[in-house]
């Protein structure tokens, strides 16, 4: 499998469904790898992970309590979120807010384990996912935690990306323009993802997932590579 076979003119299984469901933790690449195999493949694209932290933007701004279960998930129900699901377009927004760039902050990023180990909230925000999901006709590129498992577990494509934990701490410093103290960074990525796997497990590829372990490669060969996966799936190439 090459990369002309996902050339610039090429549609892949055309008017039919083709979810690629990338799952895995925190700095793995998910998000920035996700975006460019859309791209690629002319899909669109879901950060199921911009939803979590839209959910907790809205909590924290109307001062509600995060462990309080029962009113983060009204407050689910409530969200009047708008998300962008094209990989060239970066927007999400709460209620006509823009809150792309502020839903990225190490303070959201702190708090969101508390709104995402919250069942209630999650069923809905899932339920909202899946809906997205039959909106775009079956086609999309869609990433996060519990999607190969739990959200689309029939995906024509799943994936498990993952890398070190060091190669993790350093993408995620670097992004943040080497903002945060290695302390911080280890709250950010590793503790994070222990909260976060109390309720899904996304350290461990599911039956039928594919493991890509993108500790050793750059991001361009982690396109390839994905890419690659996808080839063999559908083509058995
Ligand atoms: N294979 C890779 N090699 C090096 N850097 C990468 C690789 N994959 C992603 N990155 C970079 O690491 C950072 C974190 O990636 P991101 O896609 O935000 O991860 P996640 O969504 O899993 O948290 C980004 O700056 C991204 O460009
Ligand atoms: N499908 C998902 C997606 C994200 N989450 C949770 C777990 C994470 O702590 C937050 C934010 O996810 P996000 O993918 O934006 O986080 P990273 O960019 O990987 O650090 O949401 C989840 O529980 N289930």
């Known amino acids: 499998m090459t990369r ?14 083709l979810v690629v469901a990338i799952d895995g933790p925190s700095g793995s690449g998910k998000s920035s790898v996700s975006k460019e195999v859309a791209r690629r493949l002319k899909l669109a694209y879901l950060d199921t992970g911009a939803m979590y932290r839209a959910l907790t933007w809205h909590c924290l701004k109307t001062g509600l309590d995060l462990q309080d279960g029962a009113a983060v998930e009204q407050a689910s129900k409530e969200l009047a979120l708008e998300l962008s699901t094209s990989a060239n377009v970066e927007y999400v927004g709460v209620a006509g807010v823009d809150i792309t760039e502020e839903i990225r902050e190490p303070r959201i990023s702190s708090a969101v384990s508390a709104v995402a180990t919250t069942l209630g909230a999650r069923n809905e925000l899932i339920r909202r996912q899946r809906q997205i999901i ?5 086609r999309m590129v869609v990433e996060g935690r519990d999607i190969t498992t739990v959200v689309v577990p029939n995906a024509e494509v ?29 709250a950010q990525v590793i503790h994070r993802d222990a909260k976060d796997s109390t309720v899904v497990n996304f350290t461990q590829a599911a039956d039928g997932v594919i493991t890509l372990d993108s500790s050793d490669l750059d991001f361009d060969e982690t396109v390839e590579t994905a890419l690659s996966i996808v080839g063999k799936v559908i083509y058995g190439d």
């Open 4 to 17: 002309d076979l996902f050339g610039p003119e090429t549609v892949v299984r055309p008017g039919k469904p």
């Open 158 to 186: 799943r994936v498990l990306l993952t890398a070190s934990e060091e190669a993790r701490m350093r993408r995620r410093g670097l992004q943040l323009g080497g903002t945060q103290t290695k302390e911080q960074l280890a």
């Open 134 to 138: 039959d909106q775009h006709h079956r």
